[in-house]
């Protein structure tokens, strides 16, 4: 099948590339022509595990293509996908004037029956707009199709190649058939396809991160008890998790979540339901805590060198909003990075796949290492911010050769506090029990 997917973003790349997987002919638009360039170059211009193998090999076969032009990538689609960024407005809303623009392109240059399928993470009711801007020139049927993607970065191309499932979102018979054909290779083990209206398509999604983020904002509130009450917020997940109805995912405390996905889609929620007279109180409490979670190592920082961090050297683990990726929107690194310098400290950092993204943002505000131990030199205390899995089990004699001071501050519950006991570090985590020197 020829699928054109109009958008190069994460969603774009990796959606082309597993769908040329499958042995589909897929062209990807863009008007970045720089990144387009790249892409045909052979250079993915993101960091995705998995991505770059299948990628080289597809592009190698003739069956990934790039180009800058709308009328070349779509020629003979019988799909047209849309992977355009909906970036939330100053109300929170989800900006969809990319969406719109390009499918009032398409309404003047589409000469057969194609699918239009909305990828993108969409409002309630984006179809009919996509609909109506198609429809104004069009002269060809067409349908559009609500297909929200279920994508976690990090294992993107399993999600992909092997979904929990497919959601669809169309009233159309024709529409399914074609839908149909090109999901088959991916749900062969039973997983299903899930059909129902495009406003319902469009809900789930918002529904299923939006519920997701207020799990992990839920345990977050636990740990804050855990800490005040004197608990272990480890113990209370092994046993909340437990319980079937509750299920043992995302229930991981921590510095608060971040990314492309989470913040976006509980803001844009939670403006739709206003503009239908609804407050949906749980998401505006979600959001708000959220906000602080990012900041609960700063007071914790702050005491133990008595409210003065003038020329403290930090060093900091992590700067992505999670391991395996490049990703650094809504980071709490980036939260916490901010604190730090406003209060004088002298920081440096390291992250496997992430500093240079950071770099571009903050410029030579802070200092970068090229290896993680290399942040330690004469360190006045450590701060983990991202659960990389290099992280978790280091070279802690190293640590303490390095350091000058034994004081970690880990915002991800890395380490096990008998052993940060044993070792003789001041360790402060998340929910648990400090280990103070």
């Known amino acids: 099948m020829k699928i054109a997917v109009?958008?190069?973003?994460?969603?774009?790349?990796?959606?082309g590339?597993?769908?040329?997987?499958?042995g589909n002919t897929v062209t990807c638009v863009d008007i970045n022509e720089a990144k387009i360039n790249k892409l045909n170059s052979g250079k993915l211009p993101i960091y995705e595990p998995g991505l770059e193998k299948l990628f080289l090999r597809n592009q190698k076969e003739g069956r990934l293509h790039f180009t800058t032009s709308l009328i070349e990538g779509i020629a003979d689609a019988k799909i047209i996908m849309l992977a355009l960024p909906t970036p939330p407005g100053e109300d929170g809303s989800a900006d969809l004037k990319y969406i719109l623009g390009v499918a009032d392109d398409l309404g003047k240059i589409i000469s057969?029956?194609?699918v239009i399928i909305d990828k993108s993470t969409v409002p309630v009711g984006t179809a009919e707009k996509v609909h109506a801007a198609l429809a104004k020139n069009a002269k060809v049927d067409f349908d559009v199709v609500s297909n929200p993607e279920f994508l976690r970065e990090g294992v993107a191309v399993e999600d992909f190649m092997k979904p929990d499932r497919v959601v669809i979102g169309t009233t159309s018979e024709r529409a399914k058939k074609i839908i149909n054909d090109?999901?088959?290779?991916?749900v062969r083990q039973g997983n299903p396809l899930i059909y129902m209206d495009e406003k319902s398509a469009e809900l789930t999604k918002y529904a299923?991160?939006?519920f997701l983020a207020t799990k992990i904002t839920f345990m977050n509130e636990i740990a804050q008890l855990c800490e005040r009450f004197g608990a272990d917020v480890d113990m209370v997940r092994r046993g909340l998790g437990s319980d079937a109805r509750i299920g043992k995912r995302f229930l991981f405390p921590g510095i608060g979540y971040g990314g492309s996905c989470f913040p976006k889609d509980v803001q844009a929620l939670a403006k739709s339901s206003a503009e239908v007279n609804y407050e949906f109180k749980i998401l505006d409490a979600v959001m708000e805590i959220n906000e602080k979670?990012?900041?609960h190592l700063i007071p914790k920082i702050k005491a133990y060198f008595n409210n003065d961090l003038k020329g403290k050297k930090i060093a900091i683990w992590g700067l992505a909003f999670k391991p395996n990726t490049d990703d650094i929107r809504e980071a709490p690194a980036l939260i916490i990075i901010d604190a730090l310098l406003n209060e004088g400290a002298v920081i440096t950092a390291y992250d496997p796949e992430a500093m240079n993204n950071v770099k571009e943002l903050v410029g030579d505000k802070i200092n970068f290492a090229e290896r993680q131990y290399d942040t330690l030199a004469d360190a006045d205390a450590l701060v983990i911010a991202t659960e990389w899995s290099e992280f978790r089990?280091?070279?802690?004699d190293n640590m303490i050769s390095l350091m000058k001071n034994k004081v970690i501050f880990d915002g991800r519950n890395l380490f096990d506090l008998n052993k940060m006991e044993e070792l003789g570090f001041h360790y402060e985590s998340v929910g648990r029990r400090p280990i103070k020197q």
Do not use: H, R
């Open 6 to 15: 109009i958008g190069t973003g994460y969603v774009g790349l990796v959606s």
């Open 393 to 396: 089990t280091p070279d802690f």
């Open 17 to 22: 590339t597993c769908f040329a997987e499958t």
């Open 112 to 114: 057969e029956y194609v």
């Open 182 to 186: 090109l999901y088959l290779p991916f």
């Open 208 to 210: 299923a991160n939006s």
């Open 293 to 295: 979670q990012k900041l």
